[in-house]
Nanobody, 121 residues
């Protein structure tokens, strides 16, 4: 089992910044993919960004809307991931969920409870 706990959400004006944090526990996490998804009211959950362990270190990937304004990072122990969000837009209002994916023939996903981000115009 893996437990994911997010923090850092809140209310911010359009153009502002927020930094989300996610701390994971429960097993060795260094080779677990960790990332962020979001779900806006009335919409499906969508991918934001993720980090993946490789023998060369952690790599990152972003959805197109996030790649120029958001930065995902991972701590050296692999137990935490952070999402720095800049130039936020009102469309960024959503619940942001931390995801941990254990790779394998059948990947297993773990989710946090979510943290609310509200961007006011």
């Amino acid at each position: 089992q893996v437990q994911m706990v997010e923090s850092g959400g809140g209310v911010v004006q359009a153009g502002g910044s927020l930094r989300l944090s996610c701390v994971a526990s429960g097993r060795t996490l260094v080779n677990v993919d960790m990332g962020w998804y979001r779900q806006a009211p009335g919409k499906e959950r969508e991918f934001v960004a993720m980090t993946r362990w490789t023998w060369r270190g952690y790599t990152s990937a972003y959805d197109d809307f996030a790649k120029d304004r958001f930065t995902i990072s991972r701590d050296n122990a692999g137990n935490a991931t952070y999402l720095e969000m800049n130039s936020l837009k009102p469309g960024g209002t959503a619940i942001y969920y931390c995801n941990g994916r254990v790779p394998g023939p059948v990947p297993v996903d773990y989710w946090g409870q979510g943290t609310q981000v509200t961007v006011s115009s």
